[in-house]
């Protein structure tokens, strides 16, 4: 049997004579070099063995971004584990329903969480805990120089699991996304082609999170299939950006990089003299953005559409025409169509659900085959819940979404998730959450409350109970009193009547 393990075609023995080629450059710390990326894996690997973890296992990881956080990934994808990544904005309530879920052998966690992390685990009957800090510091990698480099890269088939991504879920509940070993290669390739990835010669800016799809994935599998060295930074942060830029050629960020981008005064045709692309995805990018980014730099950001369950679907192409508000076309290999609510192909030009199939298209959520079931439809096309048109060409426009999802900076937030934790605060008969425009975050979150007559209710008493229960990002920047919901003739709320409503309410912030 071909052995299809993804480390084999991300690192393997492809960097033998790489030389002093730095992979990772972070500022203040050693490069780490493609030469030594086998070897530390392979201790790491070692690591992971002497903790149990067998092929099929979870490794979850809630972790801040660091080289050696990468390293893990590479080396659970080595020894055959599910690799889990976790938001480091999330709170040990919602830690807690993830371990619950997917009963990892092993959880990473940050130095300064273990004390309470420590208690969940042992609830979840999970065997180890170790820690991981930003600096490569923490019990994971005591004594890890002294371990062997010499682990076999374990044999996986094509449908062995590599990841798994939790995507919140209409219902509130997360869900977990299983991404098999080709799902995530086979979606590398097309990419690293599709963009015109130069062997060797490509320097990425990464300043996403590792945690997600976009920055996890799309980023660092096509910086390693094109060897390139990468600007690995801890987050958005516009001095070390306008630091590291003039000797970047490829830049990718969430829409949110771009307005800052452009916020600053040093962003010039100037500073991106080395670049040869941008690329925009996680939330649509305002046409806007699109124009004056060129106007300012002189070049079109190349924008693309995706989701955790699918890797990367459509592009923009990288040669032809860049349109402003449009995602580009199905990418190779990935079979793209816009349906109605039955399922029926509609004609060009006819706006419905985008559906699509393909070998980037993932194994179903994780334990929920109903939850996996109700999102394919007959032939294996995966409803996206995005609404779309496709035109004569094929490029594809995303309109709206059929989901009830907000997109944060490009998180994601489900309202019902949000609702439920503001219905339980006394005093609140029920609430709606919406997202409403913002010019930082493109989307942020409103709740618009109903009180029960039981009491008076603030702002701060709604926001407040929230702490520790949701991430701060899903948690509603603005909280607005009503004495009741519109409601349709069936009853339901109008989300849309309430988006327009309080459209204005972040306009001068
Ligand atoms: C941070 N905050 C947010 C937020 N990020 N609020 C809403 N939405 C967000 N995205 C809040 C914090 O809780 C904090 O609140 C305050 O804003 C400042 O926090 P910060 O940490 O200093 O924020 P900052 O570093 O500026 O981060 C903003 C950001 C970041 C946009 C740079 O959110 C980011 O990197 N987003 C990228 C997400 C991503 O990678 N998505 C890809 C998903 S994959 P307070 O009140 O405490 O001050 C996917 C598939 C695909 O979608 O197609 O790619
Ligand atoms: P996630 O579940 O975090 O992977 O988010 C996936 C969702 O992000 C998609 O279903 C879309 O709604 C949205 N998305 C990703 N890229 C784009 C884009 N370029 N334009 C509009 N929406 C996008």
Partial sequence: MNNHNLYLRLVGDRFENAGDQPF??????????????????????????????????????????????????????RVGAIYIPLNT????????????????????????????????SQECEVPHIRTLGSEGDGDLLDGVEYLTTEVEVVVRGDDDLAAILYTSGTTGRSKGAMLSHHNLASNAEVLHSYWHWHDRYDVLLHALPVFHVHGLFVALHCALLGRSSVHFLAKFDPDQIFDCLPECTVMMGVPTFYTRLLSDSRLTDEMCSNMRLFISGSAPLLAETH?????????????????????MITSNPYEGDRLAGTVGFALPGVSVRIADNDGNELPRGETGVLELKGPN????????????????????????????????????????????????????????EIEAEIDSIPGVAESAVVGVPHQD????????????????????QIIEPLQGRLARFKQPKRVFFVDELPRNTMGKVQKAQLRDTYKASFSSK
Avoid: H
Avoid at 44 to 51: S, T
Avoid at 96 to 113: H, N, R, T, V, W
Avoid at 441 to 460: H, K, P
């Fill in 24 to 77: 990772l450059i972070t500022p203040g710390r050693r490069p780490l070099l493609y030469s030594e990326l086998d070897r530390i894996t392979g201790r790491l690997a070692a690591r992971l063995l002497e903790l149990n973890v067998e092929p099929g296992d979870r490794v979850m990881v809630q972790v801040a971004k660091s080289p050696e956080s990468v390293l893990v990934y590479l080396a659970c994808l």
């Fill in 89 to 120: 904005a999330y709170t040990a309530a919602e830690v807690g329903y993830f371990m619950m879920d997917a009963k990892p052998q092993l959880f990473i966690c940050q130095p300064s969480e273990r004390e309470s992390l420590s208690i969940l």
């Fill in 291 to 311: 124009r004056e980014f060129e106007r300012r730099t002189g070049f079109r950001i190349l924008e693309r559409y995706g989701m955790t369950e699918a890797g």
């Fill in 361 to 416: 298209v993932f194994k179903g959520y994780w334990q929920m085959p109903e939850k996996t079931a109700a999102e394919f439809r007959q032939g294996g096309w995966f409803i996206s819940g995005d609404n779309a048109i496709m035109d004569e060409t094929g490029r594809i426009s995303i309109v709206g979404r059929a989901k009830d999802l907000i997109i944060s900076g490009g998180y994601n937030i489900y309202p019902k």
């Fill in 441 to 460: 975050f493109g989307e942020a979150v409103a709740a618009i409350v109903v009180t029960d007559g039981s009491r008076q209710l603030s702002e701060q």
